[in-house]
């Protein structure tokens, strides 16, 4: 197990739940506490980038890892310790926030008026529409993974084009599902605040949306040399010298 990439993840993980879901927590029900939510994810995951990508790839997001597990960028045993670092950052930062906030806080919970059983389900919403909801914003997050932190394609602002792209994501799905996209985000404040029947949710729509935008990307997007695992790529070059 590569023990610095894990404990890059586990620290990165906790700084984007502790600081985002804090703002959630801490947030007007209004525009303006939408925008702040919006701005401390965004702002969170580019210092993570910028902190950590060199030493894990910053994934601090179950359903990155399943992509880049998917296109061979990364083994099974490292993203199964990449998986249980994100989940005890999250729960970490969560109970964290229950220690400043109190017991009353909902602690930033990736919940809004689509999530069924848990805010607002007097409104009618149903699972499907979660599910495809945080199917569609996970897929625009993880191509911008692809794009940005794997292909490259944006150089040193690679931080700044997938942190907007967060940012962008809960503008408008923050309101009606929590714009969650990361299942180590809604795990966290769930287990600390012992509401977990809404939680398979947000596993089920990013796992397909990372899924599928990462598959897509790779298939279709990168070029055929961007296809070779990075083991593979560096044990080449080591027998070329």
Do not use: C
């Not at 309101?175 to 977990?196: D, I, Q």
Request: hydrophobic residues 55%; without cysteine.
């Amino acid at each position: 197990m590569d023990t610095k990439a894990a404990l890059a993840e586990l620290i990165g993980t906790f700084t984007l739940v502790f600081i985002g879901a804090g703002a959630g927590a801490l947030a007007s029900p209004d525009s303006a506490g939408l925008v702040a939510v919006a701005f401390a994810h965004g702002l969170a995951l580019m210092v993570i980038i910028y902190a950590w990508g060199s030493i894990s790839g910053a994934h601090v997001n179950p359903a990155v890892t399943l992509g880049v597990l998917s296109t061979g960028r990364i083994s099974l045993p490292k993203a199964i310790s990449y998986w249980i670092a994100q989940a005890l950052g999250a729960v970490a930062a969560a109970y964290t926030l229950a220690w400043f906030l109190g017991p009353d806080s909902s602690l930033g919970a990736t919940i809004g008026k689509l999530t069924p059983g848990v805010a607002n389900a007097a409104e009618g919403a149903n699972a499907a529409k979660v599910i495809v909801l945080e199917g569609i914003l996970t897929f625009f997050l993880v191509t911008a993974v692809f794009a940005s932190g794997i292909h490259g394609r944006n150089g040193n602002l690679a931080g700044i084009a997938i942190g907007l792209v967060l940012t962008m994501d809960i503008l408008f799905g923050g309101p009606l599902t929590g714009a969650s996209m990361n299942p180590a985000r809604t795990l966290g404040p769930a287990v600390a605040t012992g509401e977990l029947n809404y939680v398979w949710m947000y596993f089920a729509g990013p796992a397909a949306g990372g899924l599928l935008a990462a598959l897509l990307y790779d298939k279709f997007f990168l070029p055929s040399a961007e296809l070779t695992p990075p083991v593979d790529a560096a044990e080449k070059g080591k027998h070329r010298r």
